[in-house]
């Protein structure tokens, strides 16, 4: 089975722009979560998606937004970026709900200039 | 609320030699507990977990990890450290979120040096 994919891997953006990360499950898995991982922060919980309804939502402002497609595919977008928006942003897949076993993607890094 | 803490930042050890990796959790009920290690630059890659029954868990690479809900701890254990293990480990526990659905915190990680 294919492991969980995520696009771009890099990323250069500039304060104010907006950004859109993408994230493929491995198959059959229908809950998607996403961090954010910094050095000072460590590895901070955004967001669970499953069956195209977010279940699950972190401690982050609403410049940050995801969203599940039919196919379990999902997208997070990060509007007006901000220089502390540079991280590296992972997707986990898991079968029903992310309580359970999470396989990660490679993670999508991001620098905001 | 779930917590994890993770008391060591940085552990250096020497190849060959043992390793303990220490992980305390908070949560009201039994919990599923994870051991992570992610490499440079990668995502995590899950080691070991603990869902109920035994509580001497094996994973992969050699490690275990021992539940001892007395403690409330899950320390992660390797009986000889490769060169090759050096990276950071996470700890996480898994649990009912404010949502009510299952959610997973994370400890803030143990980085792994290794010394010839």
């Given at each position: 089975k294919a492991g969980v994919t995520q696009t771009p891997r890099y990323l250069i953006k500039t304060r104010g722009q907006q950004v859109t990360l993408s994230c493929s499950p491995i198959s059959g898995h229908r809950s998607v979560s996403w961090y954010q991982q910094t050095p000072g922060q460590g590895l901070q919980f955004l967001f669970e998606y499953f069956s195209e309804t977010q279940r699950n939502k972190g401690n982050?402002?609403?410049r940050f937004s995801g969203r599940q497609f039919s196919n379990s595919r999902s997208e997070m977008n990060v509007s007006t970026?901000?220089?502390?928006?540079?991280a590296l942003y992972l997707c986990a897949s898991s079968v029903?709900?992310?309580?359970e076993t999470q396989y990660f993607g490679p993670g999508t890094r991001l620098l905001v200039l | 609320a779930q917590s994890v803490t993770q008391p060591d930042i940085h552990i250096t050890v020497s190849e060959g030699a043992s390793l303990e990796l220490r992980c305390n959790y908070s949560y009201g009920a039994t919990p599923y507990l994870f051991w992570y290690v992610q490499s440079p630059g990668q995502g995590l890659q899950l080691l070991l977990k603990y869902f109920?029954?035994?509580t001497l868990v094996q994973g992969i690479k050699g490690f275990e990890a021992e539940f001892k809900r007395s403690q409330s701890s899950f320390n992660l254990r390797k009986p000889s450290v490769h060169w090759s293990d050096a990276a950071e480990y996470f700890c996480a526990v898994g649990g009912r979120g404010s949502g009510g659905y299952q959610k997973v915190t994370f400890g803030t990680g143990t980085k792994l040096q290794v010394i010839p």
């Amino acid at each position: 089975k294919a492991g969980v994919t995520q696009t771009p891997r890099y990323l250069i953006k500039t304060r104010g722009q907006q950004v859109t990360l993408s994230c493929s499950p491995i198959s059959g898995h229908r809950s998607v979560s996403w961090y954010q991982q910094t050095p000072g922060q460590g590895l901070q919980f955004l967001f669970e998606y499953f069956s195209e309804t977010q279940r699950n939502k972190g401690n982050f402002p609403g410049r940050f937004s995801g969203r599940q497609f039919s196919n379990s595919r999902s997208e997070m977008n990060v509007s007006t970026l901000e220089l502390g928006d540079s991280a590296l942003y992972l997707c986990a897949s898991s079968v029903v709900t992310s309580g359970e076993t999470q396989y990660f993607g490679p993670g999508t890094r991001l620098l905001v200039l | 609320a779930q917590s994890v803490t993770q008391p060591d930042i940085h552990i250096t050890v020497s190849e060959g030699a043992s390793l303990e990796l220490r992980c305390n959790y908070s949560y009201g009920a039994t919990p599923y507990l994870f051991w992570y290690v992610q490499s440079p630059g990668q995502g995590l890659q899950l080691l070991l977990k603990y869902f109920s029954g035994d509580t001497l868990v094996q994973g992969i690479k050699g490690f275990e990890a021992e539940f001892k809900r007395s403690q409330s701890s899950f320390n992660l254990r390797k009986p000889s450290v490769h060169w090759s293990d050096a990276a950071e480990y996470f700890c996480a526990v898994g649990g009912r979120g404010s949502g009510g659905y299952q959610k997973v915190t994370f400890g803030t990680g143990t980085k792994l040096q290794v010394i010839p």
